[in-house]
C-alpha cells in the first residue's frame, strides 16, 4: 500500500522541480545532436529520422510539464516516470540500442523517482523499465540479427534500474526517519522554548538578562511590576534604574557581598537583587533575580506574631485574672458615697484602661486562637444588605450607611462570620474617621463586579481624613495605629481573616476620604 500523497514536505517539491529540470536539459542535449552534426555516428542509425521527432516531442513534453501545475500524487509522478522511461528507451532503440548509452538515463529516472515514490510503486516503476529495455533490446535484435550480444547489457541495465531503486528507497526511508526525529525533535524543543517563556512569563521573582554594555536582552513581566517600568527590553538599565546598577558596580567590586535591597519607586515593593554571569553565544551576560523580599518579610513577621500570640496567651489568662479583680474593685469603689469628684474620676480612669488592656488581651488571644476558616457560598447583595439591616440598630443617630450595588448576582465563598468581623471592623473605622470631618459618621459600601478580573468587588468608603500617604505602606502591620487608644491590630487581622478565605483586602487611596477594597474569590475556585 502507498500513500496517495506525493508531497508532505517542502524538500519532494524541490526535488520535483529538479526532476523537471534535469528532464529540460537532457531533452536540449538530444535536441542538439539532432540539429547539429557533433555525433555523426548517432546521425547515421538514425537515417528514418524517428530520433529526431522523438527528441523533439520528449524536449516538448518536458517543457510542457514544467510549467505545469505540481504534482500532487505519487500516481501522477508514476505515471510521468514511466512516460520518461518509454521515451528513453524508444530514443535508445532509435539510437543503436543499449551500446548508444542512452539505456543509462532509464536508471537515472528509475533513481529519481523512487526518491518521489513511496514503497512496492517504486519498484513496480523499476520491474517495468527493466522490461521496456529488454523489449526494445529483442525488438531490435528482430531487426538487425548483429545486435543480438545486447542481451547482456540489457539485463544489466535492469538489475541496475533494481538496485537503483532499492538502494535510494532505504536511503530515503533512513532519511525520512531521520527528518521525523528531527521534527519531533524541532517540536520538543519549540514546546520546552513555550514553557520556558510561560514559566518566565508567570514567575513572582523578576528575571533580566544584561549584555556587556548593560542593555537589556530579556525582562519577564514580574521585573518590570517590581521595578515600575513597562518596557526595558534593549534599553540601557542604568537610565530606568539607576539603584540597582549601584548594586551591580558593588557586586562587580566585591562578588562576595550581598547586594543591599533596593526600592525602584515610591510605593514599590523591597527588592533583593542578585547576579549571576553567563555565557551565552561566546559573549559575557549578566543574569539578575529580583525578589521581592517584601513578601518574606511578611511571613516572617506572621510566624513571629504566631509565636508571639503562644508566648502572650500564657501571660493573657494570668493577666485577665487581676485585671478583672482591678477592674472590679474600681467599680466598687466609684459607687461609694464618700468619694469626691476627683477620686470619682480616678476611678472612672482605671476602669477605662482597665476596659482597654482587656480589648487588647482578646486582639492578642485572636492571633493565637484564631480558628480555620469554613467558606460557605455567600450571595453577596444578600448578605451586604443583611448585614447593614443587622448594623443600624447599634449605630448612633449621627451614622449612616449606604449601600449601592449593580445588576446581576455576585457570589464567593467566604466564611460569613470572619466577613462580619472583617466588615464591622472597617465599617466602624469608617464612621469614626467620617465624624472627625463632618461632626456625623457616613460609610459608603458599594458592590459591584470588577470588570477585569470578573471577581465581586466590595468598597468601603468613607468621607474622613483619609490615610496620609506616607503611612499606606504601614497601614497593615501588626501594632501599627494613627489613634491614641488603637492597638494596631483591627486591619492586621481583618486581613488575614481576608486572605484566610482567598479574598484580598487592600486600601485605595481618593481624593477626599479612604477606600477600602475587598476583592472576593471566585465562587468555583475556593475549595
Not at 527528441?55 to 505540481?70: E, I
Not at 539578575?288 to 513578601?295: A, D, Y
Not at 448576582?409 to 466602624?428: A, E, F, G, I, K
Request: hydrophobic content about 40%.
Amino acid at each position: 500500500m502507498t500513500s496517495d500523497l506525493l508531497l508532505p514536505t517542502l524538500q519532494d517539491g524541490r526535488i520535483l522541480r529538479l526532476y523537471h529540470y534535469y528532464r529540460i536539459i537532457v531533452g536540449l542535449i538530444f535536441f542538439l545532436l539532432t540539429t547539429t552534426n557533433l555525433d555523426a555516428n548517432l546521425l547515421n542509425v538514425n537515417e528514418n529520422g524517428h530520433f529526431f521527432h522523438v527528441s523533439w516531442a520528449y524536449l516538448g513534453c518536458n517543457v510542457l510539464a514544467a510549467f505545469l501545475p505540481p504534482l500532487r500524487k505519487q500516481n501522477h509522478v508514476f505515471l510521468l516516470a514511466l512516460f520518461d522511461v518509454l521515451l528513453l528507451s524508444y530514443l535508445m532503440y532509435c539510437a543503436g540500442g543499449t551500446s548508444s548509452g542512452i539505456g543509462n538515463l532509464v536508471i537515472i529516472t528509475v533513481s529519481i523517482a523512487n526518491i518521489l515514490l513511496r514503497g512496492r510503486i517504486g519498484i513496480l516503476l523499476a520491474a517495468l523499465a527493466t522490461l521496456v529495455l529488454i523489449y526494445a533490446t529483442f525488438y531490435r535484435t528482430l531487426l538487425f540479427p548483429n545486435g543480438s550480444t545486447q542481451y547482456v547489457q540489457a539485463g544489466g541495465l535492469g538489475a541496475l534500474c533494481f538496485a537503483a531503486a532499492f538502494l535510494v528507497q532505504s536511503l530515503v526511508g533512513r532519511l525520512m526517519k531521520s527528518q521525523t526525529l528531527a521534527e519531533e525533535r524541532a517540536t520538543v524543543v519549540a514546546d520546552l522554548e513555550t514553557l520556558n517563556a510561560l514559566i518566565l512569563d508567570r514567575m513572582r521573582t523578576g528575571i533580566i538578562v544584561l549584555n556587556a554594555s548593560h542593555k537589556v536582552l530579556l525582562a519577564n513581566p514580574a521585573s518590570l511590576e517590581l521595578l515600575g517600568q513597562t518596557e526595558l527590553v534593549h534599553e540601557d538599565i542604568e537610565s530606568h534604574c539607576p539603584e540597582l546598577m549601584e548594586r551591580l558596580q558593588q557586586w562587580d567590586r566585591n562578588r562576595t557581598l550581598r547586594p543591599t535591597p533596593i526600592q525602584a519607586f515610591g510605593e514599590g515593593p523591597l527588592i533583593q537583587p542578585s547576579f549571576v554571569p553567563i555565557q551565552r553565544s561566546g559573549e559575557q551576560h549578566l543574569l539578575i533575580f529580583l525578589e521581592n523580599i517584601s513578601r518574606i518579610a511578611q511571613q516572617a513577621q506572621q510566624l513571629k506574631l504566631v509565636s508571639l500570640g503562644r508566648l502572650t496567651a500564657g501571660i493573657a489568662h494570668e493577666i485577665r485574672n487581676p485585671l478583672g479583680a482591678i477592674s472590679h474593685a474600681a467599680q466598687l469603689l466609684q459607687e461609694s458615697d464618700t468619694l469626691d469628684k476627683s477620686d470619682q474620676r480616678l476611678t472612672q480612669i482605671i476602669q477605662d484602661q482597665s476596659r482597654r488592656m482587656n480589648i487588647i488581651i482578646e486582639n492578642v488571644l485572636q492571633l493565637s486562637r484564631r480558628r480555620q476558616a469554613e467558606p460557605q457560598l455567600l450571595d453577596l447583595k444578600y448578605w451586604v444588605h443583611r448585614f447593614a439591616g443587622e448594623l443600624r440598630p447599634s449605630l448612633r443617630a449621627d451614622q449612616f450607611i449606604h449601600i449601592q450595588t449593580t445588576p446581576g448576582t455576585l457570589q464567593t465563598r467566604m466564611d460569613p462570620s470572619q466577613l462580619t468581623q472583617v466588615m464591622t471592623n472597617l465599617v466602624q473605622n469608617g464612621l469614626r474617621h467620617s465624624a472627625k470631618v463632618h461632626g456625623k459618621g457616613q460609610v459608603w459600601l458599594d458592590l459591584f463586579r470588577d470588570p477585569e478580573s470578573d471577581l465581586p468587588v466590595l468598597d468601603i468608603t468613607d468621607d474622613g481624613p483619609g490615610v496620609p500617604e506616607e503611612q499606606i505602606q504601614n497601614l497593615f502591620e501588626p501594632f501599627f495605629t494613627t489613634e491614641s487608644k488603637g492597638t494596631g491590630l483591627g486591619l492586621y487581622i481583618s486581613r488575614e481573616l481576608c486572605e484566610s478565605n482567598q479574598a484580598l483586602l487592600d486600601y485605595r487611596p481618593q481624593k477626599q476620604g479612604g477606600c477600602f477594597r475587598i476583592t472576593f474569590a471566585h465562587p468555583r475556585k475556593l475549595s
